[in-house]
């Protein structure tokens, strides 16, 4: 671990999950690692939860946003706020563990192109009915350029300390992440434009062309309070954003002959697959919000959100 104990700035971002975020902030207390700075940023809540993190968690900086900004916007407004070495962003529905910070901080000295890290990412107890911890991420294959697919390494898989040694991953996973506030600066705060869903893979491209690499190490542990179970928590919501951010991530992120034959996929197999099931289901308000997320492409063909967001911080 670095000798100088660097700054940590832990990052989390609260939208009415108030006393969600409050047990993430008491497993905080019991980092072994002290050198740290906590902000929490409330994304338009509809009750204002500034003055009882103040009153019950004074070592916490709030910042009150009066709009929701987005898991990007904000992430960047405690960003620009915060004054760490590194940045470790945070889900507030997650409990980290003691130990944590540590080994996440080692692998920065022992990997010189280091821009980001994940702990190891494992399904909260209260989230399944196994009697050992489901892992949920332990790293990720790149984004085909065909099909917008990849896959999760780990994802329930029982954790019985199978994966021994950090190793490199596509991408960082957006529940717990570190990152070096000087890799930050070159590359560039987190984009906007997506809102919800796939932001952070593209911000892992744009680290990946500035020559970072992004590593997972089982070492760190955190838990993630996202059920394990599959195809129950759809909504409108979350339907209109992950179709319309597929097709956005692959649109900023590959090149022009593999968006033509991602757009024949989606086409002939996508889009009749998903039209067929919400039909079937009799899910015709996520049917209309999947095809919203494709219209939106329909709209803006001729307009694509800069990659990277500049800021002096």
């Known amino acids: 671990m670095p000798k100088n104990r660097p700054l940590i700035s832990i990052i989390s971002v609260d939208y009415n999950q108030l006393a969600v975020t409050c047990e993430m902030l008491d497993s905080l207390r019991l980092l072994s690692y002290t050198n740290i700075e ?30 929701n900004l987005g898991f990007a916007g904000g992430n960047n407004l405690a960003i620009v706020e915060s004054k760490g070495d590194y940045l470790f962003f945070v889900n507030n529905d997650t409990e980290l563990t003691p130990n944590i910070i540590e080994p996440l901080l080692a692998l920065f000295e022992e990997i010189p192109t280091l ?36 896959e999760t390494l780990g994802e329930m898989e029982e954790d019985h300390d199978q994966y021994t040694g950090a190793r490199p991953t596509a991408y960082a996973h957006g529940a717990a992440m570190m990152i070096a506030r000087t890799a930050i600066q070159e590359v560039g705060l987190m984009p906007e434009d997506f809102f919800l869903y796939y932001e952070e893979l593209d911000w892992c ?3 990946k062309r500035a020559g970072y690499t992004i590593y997972v190490e089982p070492k760190a542990k955190i838990y993630h309070k996202e059920s394990v179970s599959v195809g129950g928590n759809m909504s409108t919501l979350k339907t209109y954003y992950l179709t319309r951010n597929r097709m956005l991530f692959m649109r900023r992120n590959k090149t022009a002959v593999q968006v033509f034959f991602f757009s024949l996929f989606l086409l002939f197999f996508t889009i009749p697959k998903n039209v067929i099931v919400y039909l079937l289901r009799g899910e015709f308000q996520l049917l209309k919000a999947f095809w919203k997320g494709i219209w939106w492409h329909v709209s803006n063909r001729s307009h694509l959100p800069s990659r990277k967001m500049v800021a002096d911080f």
């Not at 009750?47 to 070592?59: I, R, S």
């Not at 892992?135 to 990849?150: F, K, L």
């Open 38 to 67: 906590i902000i929490v940023v409330d994304n338009a809540s509809r009750v204002d939860p500034t003055a009882h993190l103040q009153a019950n968690y004074p070592e916490v900086k709030v910042i009150r946003s009066e709009e």
């Open 205 to 207: 491209e744009q680290f």
């Open 115 to 150: 821009g980001i890290v994940c702990p190891k990412i494992c399904y909260h107890p209260s989230t399944n009915d196994s009697k050992v911890d489901l892992i949920q991420y332990m790293g990720s294959t790149e984004v085909s350029p065909y099909t917008a697919r990849n």
